[in-house]
Structures are given as C-alpha cells and as structure tokens.
C-alpha cells in the first residue's frame, strides 16, 4: 500500500512547484513518502533473508550489495527530505539524483551464471 500512495505525493510535490506555495513542506512530503517506501521494502528484503527465501544463486556477496542499496536509498531519501524543508531546490535535485543513481548496477547484485560461481 505504501507504493500506491506515491502517485499522490508526486502530484503534491508538481502542485506546489506549479504554484510557488507549499514547496519546503511539499518536498519533505515527497521525501518522506519515498523513504517509508524505502523502509518498507528494506524490510520485506531482510526477512527474506532471515528466513532464506532468496535464491542461493545470488549467492552472498548479491544480498550484502542488495542489503547496501536497500540502506543507501533510506539514508538519501531522508537527506533530500530534511534538505528539502529547508531549500525545496536541493531537495528536489537530492530526489532526481537518488532516482537516476538507483537504477545503476552495482557489482554482485546480479545472480551469478552456474559456469562463473565460486
């Protein structure tokens, strides 16, 4: 549920950029919503992890740099969203680089191929 509420805060934060009011509280808004959805997913992840529902295949080196991105992404959507109530501006851009840099491959993520694992 938390994933379906984003469209909303988007639609907040693209109101109150259109209309010049409501940014600092719109931005850490949008912020704070991304990083409850953040939080929400890193915990789906670590009980799957707990309770070893995560293909061996991905071996350990994929769930530590998964578990990273998980704890990276929380720890940058906060930032934009405190950086955001007090200059919107850098707020917003802290969300645009976090969106660009998230989709970025990070080494060991990846299942490795049978031929390849140690």
Known sequence: MVVAFLPFATSVLAE???????????VA???IAFAVTALSLSAVWQYARRHRLISEALGSMGTTAI???FQLALAWLATGA?????LPILGVAVN???NAFYWLPIRGESPQPEATRA
């Not at 109150?16 to 719109?26: C, D, I, K, N, P």
């Not at 405190?82 to 007090?86: E, P, R």
Request: net charge positive; no cysteine.
């Open 67 to 69: 578990s990273r991105r």
């Open 82 to 86: 405190l950086l955001g109530a007090v």
């Open 16 to 26: 109150a950029l259109r209309s010049g009011h409501g940014e600092r509280t719109a």
């Open 29 to 31: 808004f949008y912020g």
């Open 96 to 98: 645009v680089a976090f």
